[in-house]
């Protein structure tokens, strides 16, 4: 069983940074997509980043600039830095994964975390 385990998220400033964490608990094969996503209040789920194993990244329409994914693949993990935070980064921020479940065949399996609570005051 694959399990996503998330950490860093908290109540910051505006201004402030955070860097949020995300581990892959188990195994996914193949090229491996990891990435985040958030849902401000009232509002619809939002691509920030995904980041693939083979080295391919895309953000999402609201992440330019501040935002930079990265990911140790040899640690499972996928990190969010987030700067210069402003208040519309308020959210619940959920790491999402993807892969194969299995080396000898393919069959997709897609995980997601929790959710991290980001609160940014002004």
């Known amino acids: 069983q694959v399990q996503l385990e998330e950490s860093g998220g908290g109540s910051v400033q505006a201004g402030g940074s955070l860097k949020l964490s995300c581990a892959v608990i188990g195994s996914l094969f193949g090229d491996v997509r990891m990435g985040w996503y958030r849902q401000p209040p009232g509002k619809q789920r939002e691509l920030v980043a995904v980041t693939t194993s083979g080295g391919r990244t895309i953000y999402g329409d609201s992440a330019k600039d501040r935002f930079t994914i990265s990911r140790d693949n040899a640690k499972s993990t996928v990190y969010l830095q987030i700067d210069s935070l402003k208040p519309e980064d308020t959210a619940v921020y959920y790491c999402?994964?993807?892969?194969?479940?299995?080396?000898?065949?393919?069959?997709?399996?897609?995980?997601w975390g929790q959710g991290i609570q980001v609160t940014v005051s002004s």
């Open positions: 999402n994964a993807a892969g194969s479940e299995s080396d000898s065949y393919y069959r997709f399996l897609e995980v």
